[in-house]
């Protein structure tokens, strides 16, 4: 079984058909204005090839959690203009995403023009996967595209459900790119280097679980680093530390080990009396003592992972290595952004947080891959099947 690719549907002919697209256009909103519009964009590749091949297209969302009430700062109806700005077309906006007025919507569309539909998870059937809600939307279109990378780990109405009810479907060019650049670290040209950070071992286990074995070298920062420390038995002074979690520290270590993998800990520290800036901070080797906190990554444990980076030839890299947030406590993070654009490894970088940094270095265009979605991409470097995309299976 593959997944058929936006080649193959258009091949197959859309012109005059409704294509619904689930698209990712979970935008940052203030005050009813988009603050950043990258998202919107994104999405634009495979809109705009639907169009220019006839099709009606039909494009959903969700944004942010609503949890099933329709509530109008959760609306998607200032993403239409600008949409439609992008695009350089009209792009004419549905109050509701099933029932009577969205099909009337719907059966407004000329071939080539563009509907955008509320959010979908005004719906509660949209996040339980229901399937009533899923044909609901399947009755809305002749063909399904799912282009949200970002929601494909989730099985939801509008991911998962709808695509038993529509047999012509296919991946986005968004979603088809992702998973392309993934999988080279799922089968990587080794050395593959991992660097994994941020803030909880709880928010990433499954994938240090996955990776400690899969990776040759896989180096650890952020705050999830003290709790590796402390299961090692060092001190860590009022470092950020998950005591339940040192049990599955130990564990990810050892199956780091136990294959042959190096798994790579700091040896030095920014450590300071309190997380604001200005608060009083130094440098430490070894341990973090009593009274202060680790903070970032020191410059000796940067260097030492610059370098593994620059011998690498696959590069992976998730969650920040301090609190980059506060600029004295983001050189760490800065030095792995400037290694990961500096390598002739294939790299790619995937989280929020580590996106960011990222972009507020200004390296972003020389990093392979930056992968738009965090949780989905962590998964599916883990090796785990995402039901978004396993649902587009024929
Ligand atoms: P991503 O979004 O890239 O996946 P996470 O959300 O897991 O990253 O983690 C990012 C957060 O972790 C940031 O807000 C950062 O301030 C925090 N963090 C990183 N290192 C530390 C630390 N040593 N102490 C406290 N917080 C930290
Ligand atoms: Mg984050």
Avoid at 250 to 277: I, W
Avoid at 284 to 300: F, L, Q, R, S
Avoid at 336 to 356: F, H, K, N, P, Q
Wanted: hydrophobic content about 45%.
């Amino acid at each position: 079984m593959a997944v058929p690719d936006l080649d193959q549907l258009i091949a197959k002919g859309v012109g005059g058909r409704r294509v619904l697209v689930r698209a990712d256009l979970n935008v940052p909103l203030k005050d009813g204005v988009i603050t950043d519009d990258t998202r919107v964009r994104a999405s634009l590749p495979t809109l705009r090839r639907l169009r220019e091949a006839g099709a009606r297209v039909v494009v959903m969302s969700h944004l942010g959690r609503p949890k099933g009430e329709r509530r109008p700062e959760f609306s998607l109806r200032p993403v239409a203009p600008r949409m439609a700005e992008l695009l350089g077309t009209g792009v004419s906006f549905c109050e509701d995403c099933v029932g009577e007025v969205a099909k009337a919507a719907v059966a407004d569309l000329g071939d080539g023009q563009v509907l955008l539909l509320e959010n979908l998870r005004f719906h509660a059937g949209e996040t339980k996967n229901d399937d009533d809600f899923a044909r609901a939307l399947a009755d809305l279109a002749d063909a399904y595209v799912n282009d949200a990378f970002g929601t494909a780990h989730r099985a939801h109405a509008s991911t998962a459900g709808i695509a038993t009810h529509l047999e012509d479907v296919a991946a986005g060019d968004l979603l088809r790119s992702e998973l392309e650049h993934l999988q080279v670290v799922r089968e990587p040209e080794r050395p593959l280097m991992v660097v994994l950070g941020g803030a909880k071992v709880s928010d990433k286990l499954a994938v240090l679980e996955a990776l400690a074995p899969h990776a040759d070298v896989l180096a650890i920062g952020g705050a999830m680093s003290y709790t590796f420390m402390a299961a090692r038995g060092e001190s860590t002074g009022s470092s950020l530390m998950e005591p339940e979690r040192l049990d599955d520290a130990k564990r990810v270590m050892q199956a780091a080990e136990s294959t042959g993998r190096r798994l790579l800990l700091p040896t030095d520290h920014v450590v300071a009396e309190r997380v604001e800036p200005g608060a009083p901070c130094r440098i430490v080797e070894g341990a973090v003592p009593e009274g202060w906190m680790g903070v970032d990554i020191g410059p000796a444990t940067a260097e030492r992972y610059a370098q593994e980076i620059a011998q690498a030839r696959t590069f992976f890299w998730n969650g920040p290595m301090g609190v980059f947030e506060i600029p004295e406590f983001a050189a760490g993070t800065e030095r792995i952004a400037e290694a990961a654009a500096a390598s002739g490894a294939r790299t790619v970088v995937g989280g929020g947080d580590s996106l960011a940094a990222v972009n507020q270095l200004g390296v972003g265009d020389r990093i392979d891959h930056l992968s738009t979605g965090g949780g989905a991409s962590l998964e599916y470097v883990q090796g785990l099947e995402l039901p978004g995309v396993a649902a587009l299976e024929r």
